[in-house]
């Protein structure tokens, strides 16, 4: 995906998403905040992946992408039960758990993070490999002497 | 006074606090001999692995705030805070996202200082350096009072000593360990820190399951005529907690965006040796962080089943963490106070290293002085006393709970650091006069935000902020808002071709 005018964009987007999470959030719709901070998370994953004006899209699919989805499922089903049982005891619980903090044990906290841990880890490659980090150190420097490394036109 | 609790037993776990106490001191005078120039002093030193800076940092974030204060806020509205602590996945998306960026600046350029870092996204901006100063300032204050609670809480529970005399003694060691050995000692001992932390955090939860039996007896407790006769509300135990909603909102929110942006993680970052080294650096960190996280939600859930069991009787949130241990012996007592300790020890000494920072070379550079590098260490020392005496006096006047003021200090960094060093490094178009413009609007909303907490707090107006959202989350909208839309509105800056590339990796 090409970058261009896309940074801005994206970053206008980023606005908004900012003003519609706040403004749910104020308006009482807090709920439907925590849907609009998932995708404006979305929309920095892709800002964030972009190199020499590409965006990569791989990157953020893994393992950003499927966190963000655990999360938007962690929200939906902690609030389904948290209003099913509301006033009341759970008829069942998990792992010892009211079912709606199992939610978010599971899929707001444990596997988020293993995912995220483990997947940073996995695609540390891709997200900077020895090759492109040393092109940029001789780069940098050569850029210090008065040489910037690459053709600018 | 703790009555029930023996005499030597005491002075036992006293002598196990100042054992972190004599320990950091003991690596900062170590790590003096490190500290092989200014640079080094303030932070620009990149020489730290992945386990040391990721230890580091997970002590640095959690602070007396997550040992103190989260466990408080568990005992009293349930599981909202939770979420905060929980959000550990964001740690490693703002690794992602920024982290090859802001290590790659330090590469390009004298890098110390966040000062540093926005001098070289932003052309040397006086008015950004400022600002971003004044509001750093802010943010320290409120975090450091937040330690200095917790540190006066703990000894107060033990021997009910004067909280101002507990204060001054404990930040009085503070401050000569980290004037000794700057940044460097800092980073050192706060790995050694997150150390004790871990390890309390392990103790703590295998405790946890040995006194309650598990999760379902605290379940059960607070939902049966136990729970109600401890005036405990059994919605605590849902995902949301007993708070109105938007507080679950804001402790998601907060920590999942703020995080990437806290002075803790950005400087901890440039004093990595290797950047490919992120992803295990976020690995430690958030590993450890889980740690913690369990360690909270055990000693929340242990107040809250002794209390519904009258097993405990707990007179003020803050002191729950104590409680506990208290009821759960000498070994749980031995590990606790010192992890409190080491929480608000790490925590402070990286935000005195910061205003030392601010004061010695940030602030007079945006006045545009340049002080000789020898003199800014002595300048720094001198500044890192005042801001210690600050903070005591702040907490003093405050008097807010320990997690409270935490959060207000997340706040308040997150709106000074976000557009300059989040959007400044995702977006090229990020103009100097925009930023400057969405900085000068968070330092008017953060101490309009302040101002009217204040009021509140003495009675002097009943004002609601929309939705009963939390002041900082419109502080850091504004910022943000005010930012992109300055930044569309003015004409691009020349960006130095070294910062495009660091920018572009």
């Given at each position: 995906m090409k970058n261009g005018?896309t940074d801005?964009?994206l970053i ?32 920095y994953g892709v800002l964030g992946s972009s190199h020499k004006g590409q965006f990569d899209l791989?990157l953020v ?93 | ?96 996202v920024i982290?090859k960026k ?323 490094l995702l977006w090229k ?71 495009e590339?660091?920018m572009d990796l």
């Amino acid at each position: 995906m090409k970058n261009g005018r896309t940074d801005t964009l994206l970053i206008i987007v980023s606005g908004l998403l900012w003003l519609a999470m706040v403004g749910l959030a104020a308006a009482g719709h807090w709920f439907a905040g925590l849907f609009a901070l998932l995708a404006l998370l979305l929309v920095y994953g892709v800002l964030g992946s972009s190199h020499k004006g590409q965006f990569d899209l791989k990157l953020v699919a893994f393992p950003s992408l499927v966190w963000i989805v655990m999360w938007a499922a962690a929200f939906w089903v902690g609030n389904h039960y948290a209003e099913l049982y509301a006033g009341r005891e759970p008829d069942f619980t998990v792992f010892g758990f009211h079912p709606s903090f199992a939610a978010i044990v599971v899929l707001f906290w444990i596997v988020p993070t293993l995912l995220m841990g483990f997947g940073f880890e996995a695609v540390k490659d891709r997200w900077l490999s020895q090759e492109r980090w040393d092109e940029f150190l001789r780069r940098a420097h050569d850029t210090d002497d008065g040489n910037d490394g690459e053709d600018r036109s | 006074m703790n009555a029930e609790m023996g005499e030597w037993v005491k002075y036992l776990i006293l002598a196990s606090s100042l054992a972190v106490l004599v320990i950091s001191f003991g690596i900062g005078v170590w790590a003096q001999k490190k500290v092989t120039s200014p640079e080094a002093f303030f932070g620009g030193a990149k020489i730290f692995g992945p386990l040391t800076v990721g230890l580091a940092t997970m002590a640095a974030v959690g602070s007396a705030f997550a040992v103190v204060g989260v466990p408080g806020l568990v005992y009293s509205t349930g599981n909202t805070i939770l979420l905060f602590m929980f959000a550990a996945p964001g740690f490693v998306f703002g690794y992602l996202v920024i982290g090859k960026k802001v290590r790659a600046m330090a590469e390009i350029g004298t890098v110390a200082s966040l000062g540093d870092l926005a001098d070289l996204r932003f052309n040397g901006h006086r008015g950004i350096k400022l600002i971003l100063s004044l509001m750093l300032f802010i943010g320290c204050a409120m975090y450091l009072s937040a330690q200095v609670e917790a540190c006066a809480k703990l000894f107060e529970n033990l021997f009910e000593w004067n909280k101002l005399v507990i204060s001054v003694v404990i930040f009085a060691i503070l401050i000569a360990y980290t004037v000794l050995s700057g940044e460097i000692g800092g980073i050192l001992t706060q790995a050694f820190q997150g150390f004790v932390i871990v390890l309390a955090g392990l103790i703590f939860t295998v405790a946890f399951f040995t006194v309650t039996g598990g999760f379902e007896p605290v379940l059960a407790a607070i939902s049966d005529s136990r729970g109600g006769a401890a005036d405990l509300d059994p919605a605590a135990m849902t995902a949301w907690g007993s708070l109105p909603g938007v507080y679950a909102f804001a402790w998601v929110m907060l920590p999942t965006l703020g995080i990437m942006c806290q002075p803790q993680v950005l400087t901890r970052i440039m004093m990595l040796r290797n950047p490919r080294e992120l992803p295990k650096l976020s690995l430690y960190a958030v590993s450890t962080n889980v740690i913690t996280g369990m360690m909270v939600m055990a000693i929340g859930y242990c107040a809250i089943f002794l209390a519904a069991n009258g097993l405990v009787e707990i007179d003020h949130p803050d002191k729950a963490v104590f409680k506990v241990a208290d009821y759960l012996g000498l070994v749980a007592q031995l590990f606790v106070y010192p992890a409190v300790l080491a929480a608000a020890l790490s925590t402070s000494s990286l935000f005195l290293s910061l205003a030392g920072n601010i004061v010695s070379r940030d602030l007079p550079g945006s006045f545009g002085i340049t002080i000789d590098p020898v003199r800014q260490v002595t300048v720094s020392r001198i500044a890192m006393s005042v801001m210690g005496i600050a903070a005591i006096g702040f907490a003093s006047a405050s008097g807010d709970m320990v997690a409270i003021l935490g959060t207000y200090g997340f706040g308040t960094l997150a709106a000074a650091t976000f557009p300059i060093f989040i959007i400044g490094l995702l977006w090229k178009g990020a103009t100097s006069r925009g930023v400057m413009t969405g900085m000068l609007a968070a330092l008017l909303a953060t101490v309009s935000g302040v101002t009217v907490e204040l009021l509140n707090r003495f009675g002097h107006t009943d004002f609601a902020w929309p939705g009963g959202v939390p002041w900082y989350v419109f502080v850091m909208a504004t910022a943000i808002l005010v930012s992109i839309a300055a930044s569309l509105l003015t004409t691009r800056d020349l960006l130095d071709r070294r910062v495009e590339m660091a920018m572009d990796l």
